[in-house]
């Protein structure tokens, strides 16, 4: 592997993991996050080193002014609230790929590794996935190989090397300058060996990290940092909802929220209430709240209907809703049920200006959050509220317009059904069967959308469907209001839980029928959710499940989970009461810590003792001469035995080419044959050619023979 080569390699992987890290985020467009990877990829086979035109000074002032003009392109508004944060990410993107196309020194890569690690910081305040982590040890590991090898570098091409000769006839000893390109296209300053020790290291590193992430107590601290992820875009959740404005959600799948359903079996789909709308008027729906009542938080229990809780204890179901951050306050209840009370995280009442509320029609809301969010739902199943409505008119109004023409297509359509539940199913049994789903928006020909899609078009997504319905519920004088909230069916098996994806936003009715309360109605036809390639679909549920446990097991990781954590560690070594004797719940609880730093040095111990094992074995692969240079070592000792003999003993410091030199300077027969062994054995040693050993062998008979034939001089013994 040669070095240079190798730190090229190692450098770029280090800054694409970073890059990869911060698009991971989503913070970027798409179209950046392609230019840049395709730029970074090309900068590799571009080396300014082997173009002279991207040495010269035009190069240079070409590429600032470049840099100048797009950063301005790339700012943005500077008037918008995130200009600095989109503006800055944008412009170490742009930056990153400057110094890769002028990395003429050791100093550009150096600028280019830290723009990178300000990359990562970025992603760290906004990202948190178990891909993330990853990629994280990934960029720890290509920092020890870079920045071992920088330095190394950087002595390079800093200082002078050289080689050092010795004299010719008794003259000083030589030096000359090596070039810099030589040692950085050697093959044996890096190899394998320094690769694994290095990565192992990284990985040892992350091990003791773990250990001292899970054993160091944990304190409740909460801390509002001025960086988070970009909201999900709520399309369909906010104020107001107008037909014919997102039809394409069913094409991201972008994943929102993830629920767990523990103790119970898994439904063939599941319903997430999230906002309902009261009020109609061409094509737009709107709120129309009475006012909302302010939840108190109490050791992270928020109460909202208890009344009747003790005679439905068994029934009460229990939900757990993974919500990614939304530009909405609306939190997510399933859908039928009666929300009892919301379990919250200690952290959630120490942020500032978050406040928790309930409205009137059953809406729970999150004023202020700007972070992903686990909270537990307490429902009672099969009930939406109670089966009177203070304020039923407020779902009645209509227009009269509307109420004239569309109270004939109504009464066509129910036919001789009197009973308001019978209307209500053949008008949504009538929607889901004469009516076309598709995502396609067309341009409304008049101001009421809704008649377009009635009388001419009959096709529409899932919001259109909602409001017919419940226009046309309200035209028979059947309370009905329009909710909007998410309906998903993809369950994952790796992790037990349900993905709630953008693609799965969806709308429906709900409808109050005497003697039955609010009741769901969905028009909308069903649609085909098998997935087109099962295996990029099992591989993506793989992938969500990490995501999961990373969340549950490392992200909310406190002291809650630490002491389940503790107590499990504990129930491994059970204390045997002693007869006669009462057990002392302090002397438990200190028997149980002595235990956990038992169990924890033991577990640094055989970490330590791994290492050294690993680190000696590689060291001794990496020092450990291969077979034929031992071999070789081997004859040619034999023949510095020779001729010790004959009185040419090797000085202190004395290289082999020298002694060389003395055999020829004192007419030595046997120099010729070892001036030629001492050639062969630099070329395998130091030129990697391989040992050519019927000529070695044929070299050290023939010194052995010229020793016997000629016997030394008396004069030239050692005495």
């Not at 770029?12 to 890059?19: G, K, P, R, S």
């Not at 119970?264 to 997430?272: D, E, F, G, T």
């Not at 909310?556 to 989970?561: C, P, Q």
Request: glycine share 6%; aromatic share 10%.
């Amino acid at each position: 592997m040669r070095f240079a080569a190798t730190h090229k390699a190692v450098s770029y992987l280090m800054v694409t993991t970073a890059f990869v890290m911060l698009m991971l985020t989503g913070e970027l467009p798409l179209w950046l996050d392609a230019v840049t990877l395709l730029l970074i990829g090309g900068s590799y086979f571009f080396d300014p080193q082997q173009h002279p035109l991207m040495l010269g000074r035009a190069y240079n002032y070409s590429l600032y002014a470049l840099v100048t003009v797009v950063s301005l392109l790339l700012l943005g508004n500077a008037a918008s609230a995130d200009a600095f944060w989109d503006g800055g990410l944008r412009v170490l993107c742009l930056l990153l790929v400057c110094k890769l196309w002028q990395r003429r020194h050791n100093g550009d890569y150096l600028q280019a590794y830290v723009v990178s690690f300000v990359m990562l910081l970025g992603a760290t305040f906004v990202e948190s996935s178990m891909v993330y982590a990853i990629l994280l040890f990934v960029y720890v590991v290509a920092v020890i190989w870079t920045l071992t090898l920088f330095h190394l570098r950087r002595e390079m091409e800093e200082n002078y090397l050289l080689k050092h000769l010795p004299g010719r006839h008794g003259q000083a000893a030589e030096s000359e300058r090596v070039e810099v390109e030589r040692i950085l296209n050697s093959r044996r300053v890096v190899g394998p060996p320094f690769l694994l020790t290095t990565a192992g290291a990284g990985l040892v590193t992350f091990v003791l990290a773990l250990i001292v992430f899970v054993l160091l107590p944990r304190f409740h601290v909460t801390v509002d940092l001025p960086f988070h992820r970009r909201m999900l875009p709520s399309t369909g959740f906010s104020d107001r909802l107008e037909l014919g404005s997102h039809g394409l959600l069913r094409d991201n799948p972008r994943v929102v929220m993830r629920v767990e359903l523990p103790g119970q079996r898994p439904p063939a789909s599941l319903r997430l209430r999230g906002v309902s709308f009261a009020h109609y008027h061409h094509g737009r729906w709107t709120q129309k709240r009475q006012g909302e009542q302010l939840l108190t938080v109490q050791h992270g229990v928020a109460a909202m209907d208890a009344s009747g809780v003790d005679s439905v204890r068994g029934r009460v179901q229990r939900a757990e809703v993974y919500l990614e951050p939304l530009d909405a306050d609306a939190l997510f209840t399933p859908s039928p049920g009666k929300t009892l009370s919301l379990l919250l995280p200690e952290s959630f009442g120490g942020l500032s200006g978050l406040q928790l509320a309930t409205t009137s029609d059953g809406q729970v809301v999150a004023h202020g959050r700007r972070s992903p969010l686990h909270y537990t739902v307490l429902s009672l199943p099969d009930v939406l509220s109670d089966s009177q409505t203070d304020d039923v008119a407020l779902y009645r109004e209509l227009s009269p317009e509307l109420r004239l023409r569309l109270r004939s297509l109504a009464l066509q359509i129910v036919g001789d059904a009197n009973s308001s539940a019978e209307r209500a199913e053949r008008l949504s049994r009538y929607l889901s069967q004469n009516f076309a789903y598709t995502t396609r928006l067309w341009k409304p020909s008049q101001e009421e959308p809704l008649f377009d899609f009635l009388l001419t078009e009959k096709r529409g997504h899932c919001e259109y469907f909602a409001t017919a319905l419940a226009v046309l519920l309200r035209s028979l004088d059947i309370p009905s209001r329009t909710v909007n909230g998410y309906l998903t069916a993809e369950w994952n098996s790796f992790g037990q839980f349900f993905v709630v994806r953008q693609q799965h936003a969806h709308s429906w009715v709900e409808a109050q029928l005497p003697g039955q309360g609010w009741v769901i109605f969905d028009p909308t036809p069903p649609q085909n959710s098998s997935p087109r390639l099962p295996v990029l679909f099992k591989l993506r549920q793989f992938f969500d499940g990490l995501d999961m446990d990373f969340g549950k097991y490392v992200l909310e990781y406190d002291v809650l989970a630490q002491q389940r954590l503790s107590d499990r560690m504990s129930s491994l070594f059970p204390r045997k009461a002693q007869p006669g004797r009462a057990a002392s719940p302090d002397s438990d609880v200190q028997l149980a810590s002595w235990r956990r730093i038992a169990v924890m040095l033991l577990g640094l111990t055989t970490l330590a003792v791994l290492l050294w094992l690993v680190l000696r074995r590689l060291r001794t692969a990496q020092v450990q001469p291969s077979r034929d240079v031992t071999e070789g070592k081997g004859l040619l000792r034999q023949a510095l035995v020779t001729l010790r003999r004959r009185g040419f003993v090797r000085g202190q410091g004395e290289t082999l080419q020298m002694l060389s030199q003395r055999l020829v300077d004192a007419s030595d027969p046997c120099a010729p044959p070892f001036a030629k062994l001492v050639e062969l054995y630099y070329a395998h040693r130091f030129g990697d050619l391989p040992l050519d050993r019927v000529e070695v062998s044929r070299l050290l008979r023939e010194i052995v023979t010229l020793a016997k034939q000629h016997p030394p001089r008396a004069s030239s013994l050692p005495s």
